[in-house]
């Protein structure tokens, strides 16, 4: 009897219809693992791993960014500068890898074999970071970067009109430090820069660390009622009163 004739089995008819290929009335999710119907190599499915890899690094990227920005506030000014904030990421990057590794190692209950090329993957995986993080540090907040600060900003310090606007400035906290000038401002680190957050996203001028970001190139942006607000907050950075509410303070602001 053909599979396609009809069949009576304990008084019940069936009608058995044949197909090409029996895994075709089951489709396997392009994810899963290789069948018949998805090759191990198909578009499809590096697709689709080539979209959970890339779902999982913005992830770690942004759980990065915000153990970076709370350790900054917890920690406070006296870690600063580039070296500082690279400390900071690499402490970050650490903390992170332990909160998403923790779980995989809870699943899978032992510990995974250190081969040699999982060594080598964990060595990019760092490195891959350290160049990622730099720069995005070097986009949005270029002072602190280990990149040039030419690189995707410009240094507007020591231009004339520059100079001008902040004087009235260095003269008030001059005076408020007793005439010497360096007590309660210290103007040697103080950078301003046409870039990051508020060229790119912002369009506002902001402060972060010693460094004031201008969202406008050249003299247009710049003037003396400008400064004395921003270089308050300078003030508020080296004085350490920006950190006082620690990371819970920036959070609530923000």
Not at 82 to 93: D, I, K, Q
Not at 118 to 123: P, Q
Not at 195 to 204: D, Q, Y
Not at 221 to 245: D, I, N
């Amino acid at each position: 009897m053909s599979t396609d004739e009809i069949r009576s089995i304990n008084g019940l008819e069936l009608t058995l219809i044949p197909t090409a290929d029996p895994l075709e009335a089951h489709p396997i999710d392009e994810c899963g693992p290789p069948s018949r119907t998805v090759p191990p190599n198909s578009p499809a499915r590096r697709a689709c791993f080539l979209l959970v890899y890339l779902l999982l690094f913005v992830g770690f990227f942004i759980v990065q960014v915000v153990i970076l920005i709370t350790l900054r506030f917890e920690i406070g000014f006296s870690v600063n500068g580039s070296g500082g904030w690279f400390f900071l990421s690499m402490l970050s990057f650490a903390t992170t890898s332990t909160l998403f590794i923790l779980p995989v190692l809870a699943f899978l209950r032992k510990l995974p074999t250190l081969t040699k090329k999982a060594m080598a993957l964990a060595a990019l995986a760092v490195l891959l970071d350290v160049i990622v993080f730099q720069v995005a540090l070097s986009v949005a907040v270029p002072a602190v970067s280990l990149l040039p600060l030419s690189t995707f900003s410009t240094d507007l310090t020591n231009m004339d009109c520059t100079r001008e606007a902040t004087q009235e400035v260095r003269e008030f906290f001059a005076a408020m430090s007793g005439g010497s000038g360096g007590e309660v401002l210290d103007f040697n680190n103080v950078v301003i820069v046409y870039g990051g957050l508020s060229r790119w996203f912002t369009g506002v001028a902001m402060v972060v660390d010693e460094a004031v970001h201008l969202p406008v190139a050249g003299c247009r942006a710049v003037s003396a009622s400008l400064f004395s607000h921003e270089l308050t907050h300078v003030w508020q950075v080296q004085s350490g009163v920006m950190f006082e509410e620690g990371a819970r303070g920036f959070w609530g602001w923000l």
